[in-house]
């Protein structure tokens, strides 16, 4: 929802329209659908509340949780003019505009038809209400998903597990992760962040990041095996054979899944190897596994 609202705001601020959501007893819900297209039929709700509202009107977004029904109910009000109700269900024929072709407003009128059947499709549906004169509210309903719920659940539980960490009672540890991905570096920080005694240190690029190994002396390295210009394995090799981080743990970290992805960075040198994207318990294990091995 936030990226949605990031999304819609330069059309709310370019026709003064201002949004107003809620989303409050929503947060940390999961629901079973298509994520793109999900997201493609609330911006579509979003800005035809903005377009067909009023001069300086408001559009209100709301999100409630139903768990009792397994529910989520995506809301958008607005206040514009209303639609009469004989002409409701004419909404989702494609091209009927109901009018609004004569006006300057643009549009085609298959984009409620469309969501209508990416709704449909991720067995959810789209309702509406409207009162001539007050505005109108359209509703996206979709299924909550328990299986997803309960992994977060799961990977909270682990989290929580994870602060008894010995290593992490007993000193601070520094470590560098070379990684030329912003994203993969952001969800590594994001992971680590609640851990006040885990510095992190990143480079871009294998170069980089033996400088940084020879100057900080890090506790551990993360090592991207596919790095541009000198690779992984490079970067591995020039550091074992330096003096000043020779003794260095360094783990390898790679999309690659593949048992022989493992095999191989282990005959490299590599004291571990993990595949990404990160998972936080398997994650900490290694970490954890490897510094002990070094003591």
Do not use: W
Not at 186 to 214: D, M, N, S, Y
């Amino acid at each position: 929802m936030d990226e949605i609202f990031d999304l819609v705001q330069p059309v709310s601020e370019k026709h003064k329209i201002k949004i107003i959501h809620e989303i409050s007893n929503a947060k940390n819900v999961f629901v079973t659908a298509d994520r793109t297209r999900l997201k493609q039929v609330v911006i579509n709700l979003l800005t035809n509340a903005i377009k067909y509202n009023r001069e300086h009107g408001s559009v209100n977004v709301s999100v409630t949780s139903h768990p009792e029904i397994q529910q989520l109910r995506i809301h958008v009000s607005d206040t514009g003019h209303g639609i009469p109700e004989d002409k409701l269900m004419e909404l989702f024929e494609p091209f009927s505009r109901l009018g609004a072709e004569a006006t300057a407003i643009e549009g085609t009128g298959i984009g409620l038809p469309i969501c209508k059947k990416f709704m449909k499709l991720m067995n959810g549906v789209i309702e509406v209400k409207s009162e001539q004169g007050k505005g109108s509210c359209f509703s996206v309903v979709i299924p909550l998903s328990e299986r997803r719920a309960k992994e977060r659940l799961d990977e909270e539980i682990d989290e929580n597990t994870i602060t008894n960490l010995e290593f992490l009672d007993k000193k601070e540890i520094t470590i560098l992760y070379v990684e030329d991905n912003p994203a993969n570096i952001a969800l590594l920080a994001k992971i680590i962040a609640r851990h006040k005694k885990i510095k992190l240190l990143t480079a871009p690029e294998a170069k980089e990041g033996i400088e940084i190994a020879q100057t900080k002396l890090p506790t551990l390295i993360l090592m991207d095996i596919n790095l541009p210009g000198m690779d992984g394995f490079s970067a591995l090799k020039r550091l074992k054979s330096l003096n000043e981080t020779k003794e260095i743990p360094i783990i390898g970290m790679s999309a690659n899944a593949m048992k022989n992805d493992l095999e191989k960075a282990k005959t490299a040198g590599f004291e571990d190897y993990i595949t990404k994207p990160i998972q936080k318990p398997r994650f900490y294990e290694t970490i954890q596994r490897v510094l002990e091995n070094k003591k």
